[in-house]
């Protein structure tokens, strides 16, 4: 399996019958040909890319199962933002948003916008996304370039074992600008969604 820099998160691959067994590593110096977004659909559509997938920067990863930690941060987060929720914003949970040569499909993200503006097509931007982490850190962390240059507005990565939150806001020139972290004991409040507080205890209690 090819793997993406700095992680061990498996992209899909064809299988190939009697092929003698290579590295993992792409090939030095080989050319690699990068999917669009319309491609990636289009085979999707066709039943050519298996299902569980999201195309990061052209090229296709299968998603990694989720544990009962991993569904209990996402449920109890979903909630929390569902309270809040301004009129005409959506929660899309693991529905994709499409950043340039990217579609990630993020565990929860806040759209402006109603349900029926994206019939035909997904978002391209996001207020806030948020990305639970339990065993995905570094691949979750490898989608904030895309994210950035989707000009999300800001994106929390839950950090689940280390009961934190990892925040990023100010997206410009393909990166986040702000960076904070906080801990147990605190209590974040959004900056792109307005009312949306969450003392961190709450969720990591336990």
């Known amino acids: 399996n090819s793997t993406l820099a700095g992680t061990a998160h498996p992209a899909i691959v064809c299988p190939m019958m009697n092929a003698v067994e290579s590295s993992p590593i792409p090939l030095e110096g080989a050319a690699l040909w990068p999917l669009s977004v319309a491609a990636y659909r289009t085979?999707?559509?066709a039943g050519l890319i298996p299902k569980n997938t999201e195309l990061l920067y052209g090229f296709v990863y299968k998603k990694m199962s989720k544990s009962p930690f991993h569904c209990f941060l996402l449920q109890f987060l979903h909630e929390a933002l569902s309270r809040v929720l301004p009129s005409g914003w959506l929660v899309r949970t693991e529905q994709p948003i499409t950043c340039g040569d990217s579609e990630p499909e993020p565990d929860l993200a806040v759209v402006a916008g109603r349900n029926e503006d994206f019939r035909h097509d997904h978002p391209h931007t996001a207020e806030l996304v948020i990305e639970v982490c339990v065993t995905t850190h570094d691949y979750d962390r490898s989608k904030l370039r895309a994210y950035a240059t989707a000009g999300v507005k800001e994106c929390w990565l839950v950090l689940g074992p280390e009961k934190s939150i990892e925040v990023y806001r100010q997206p410009k020139?393909?990166?986040f600008t702000e960076h904070t972290l906080h801990g147990s004991g605190g209590t974040l409040t959004s900056a792109a969604?307005?009312?949306?507080?969450?003392?961190l205890d709450t969720l990591f209690t336990k």
Request: aromatic share 8%.
């Open 43 to 45: 085979l999707g559509e």
């Open 173 to 175: 020139d393909g990166q």
């Open 193 to 199: 969604l307005p009312g949306f507080t969450l003392p």
